[in-house]
């Protein structure tokens, strides 16, 4: 499975912007970059997805680059709701045995500031 | 619609003792998923199923069973519980698909003693 990296943590202030980054340099041509986010005590959510082109939706914009070796999600205003473990994880398009599954890595920890 | 919902939210089982979680989605998604979490890390997949009557082995499958007899349940069993397998366990079901996101449900919380 192609691997993501992300930095362990982030902080931002409420109503600021959030540019969460990731890396995926062996990505594959047929995956997709998923976001989902987990709020404490709360099973994963789903933020955005994209395989090639800039993505926008009610929650956030995700970025991609142009050699997909890496993407950005953005937050466009965190608020205190935002805190919690976003994470980049690539979802294998192409069927045949992985059956989209998704590999979570540590994903990073948001911290919004009052 | 309850989306995917789990059952029980919480138990504390003995060593040795078995279980069964339940995990049921009204979204008729074909894939069902069983993960793991321990603390301070992301999900380790646990089983899967891509279909009625039909599943798979995860990353982590040792000491879990599962079945998928009808579309909208997925069983996960441990059949004789260890205090490794204390975790939160969370079901997930999607469209099959990979542009479909997964939906989560709320999380089992499990202590083995």
């Known amino acids: 499975d192609a691997k993501t990296t992300q930095p362990n943590s982030m902080e931002s202030n409420e109503e600021e912007p959030v540019h969460l980054p990731c890396n995926h340099s062996t990505i594959s041509g047929t995956d997709y970059i998923h976001w989902y986010r987990q709020l404490p005590s709360q099973g994963p959510e789903y933020v955005i997805h994209g395989l090639t082109s800039n993505v926008n939706n009610r929650m956030a914009s995700l970025a991609i680059a142009e050699d997909r070796k890496s993407s950005t999600l953005i937050l466009h205003r965190a608020t205190l709701r935002d805190a919690a473990v976003y994470y980049c994880?690539?979802?294998?398009?192409?069927?045949?045995?992985?059956?989209?599954?998704?590999?979570f890595g540590q994903g990073t920890i948001l911290t919004v500031h009052p | 619609n309850a989306g995917v919902t789990q059952t029980p939210k919480f138990r504390v089982l003995k060593t040795g003792q078995s279980m069964t979680l339940l995990c049921a989605q009204d979204m008729n998604h074909e894939y069902m998923y069983w993960y793991r979490q321990d603390p301070g890390m992301g999900l380790r997949l646990i089983h899967y199923s891509v279909g009625e009557g039909t599943t798979a082995k995860g990353e982590v499958p040792d000491g879990y069973n599962v079945s998928r007899l009808k579309k909208q349940n997925f069983l996960l069993g441990l059949e004789s519980a260890a205090p490794s397998q204390t975790s939160v366990y969370f079901c997930?079901?999607?469209?099959?698909?990979?542009?479909?996101?997964?939906?989560f449900g709320p999380g089992t919380r499990l202590t083995v003693l």
């Open positions: 997930a079901s999607s469209y099959r698909l990979a542009v479909y996101e997964q939906f």
């Open positions: 994880i690539l979802r294998d398009g192409a069927g045949g045995t992985s059956y989209g599954k998704l590999t």
